[in-house]
């Protein structure tokens, strides 16, 4: 950013305050998504989203839907409606998922070869698509470790 650019290069403390900078600005939700989730090519599509559904950054080709970022909050924000005998579901790209497992933490859902890892934060919710020829496992670590990093930072 601009503002990381004024900071001397030899300064340690500098140097931490521009990182802070990066990594706490609303402005860059989208490096998160090119930077740690599509660039480990562990992911095909991903999003970081708010908990009202809100999409603050998304991978170029992820057509995600009003709709779909709305099934998807409203099931991260109650899990349990996932299971029952009426389950909910969470659509991607107006395709209908089936859940493996939902808790408040994580959702795993899946439709055919492809599928995806839902994760809950304080503050938004990280979402990470795989397809055919990718591993469900990879992905899952990738979204899950980005949650986990988000939430320790208070997002």
């Known amino acids: 950013t601009a503002q990381a650019s004024t900071f001397c290069k030899r300064c340690l403390r500098c140097s931490l305050s521009s990182l802070r900078v990066w990594f706490f600005d609303p402005m860059s939700w989208q490096a998160y998504v090119d930077d740690q989730l599509m660039a480990t090519r562990t992911v095909s599509h991903a999003a970081i989203l708010g908990l009202d559904g809100t ?12 709709s779909d970022t709305a099934s998807i909050a409203s099931c991260v924000a109650n899990p349990s409606s996932l299971f029952g005998h009426y389950p909910a579901a969470i659509t991607l790209v107006g395709d209908r998922y089936m859940t493996l497992r939902a808790d408040e933490d994580v959702i ?7 599928g995806a890892c839902v994760c809950k934060t304080n503050q938004c919710i990280v979402v990470g698509a795989y397809g055919e020829n990718m591993q469900a496992g990879q992905c899952n670590v990738t979204v899950e470790t980005l949650a986990d990093y988000l939430r320790e930072n208070g997002f």
């Open 108 to 114: 795993y859902i899946r439709k055919g070869s492809a």
């Open 55 to 66: 999409v603050w950054a998304k991978s170029a080709d992820f057509l995600l839907t009003s």
